[in-house]
């Protein structure tokens, strides 16, 4: 099997949910929940992430949605 390349991102394993930007929706499903339920959740951490709409979350603004809420999955 051919070694694949790593990346920046590939050192730490803990580090793999913030690889990339998610929006709100995709993040609601990871979560199961619906978008509504899901900003409900968000609200309390509004000062430290910007929640426009239609807005794709950066993956430092993603660590403190992760580090707030827990891991999605598992």
């Known amino acids: ?3 694949q390349q ?3 991102f590939d050192i730490d394993d803990w580090f793999k949910p ?3 930007p998610e929006n ?3 993040l609601a499903a990871k979560y199961q929940v619906t ?3 899901f900003k409900k959740w968000l ?3 509004a000062g430290k992430i910007s929640l426009a709409r239609k807005k794709t979350f950066t ?3 993603l660590k403190v949605i992760i580090e707030f ?3 999605y999955g598992g």
């Open 1 to 3: 099997m051919p070694e």
């Open 6 to 8: 790593l990346t920046l």
């Open 18 to 20: 913030y690889n990339k």
């Open 24 to 26: 709100m929706t995709s």
């Open 35 to 37: 978008l509504v339920t």
């Open 43 to 45: 609200k309390p951490i």
């Open 59 to 61: 993956p430092s603004e």
């Open 69 to 71: 809420l827990g891991e």
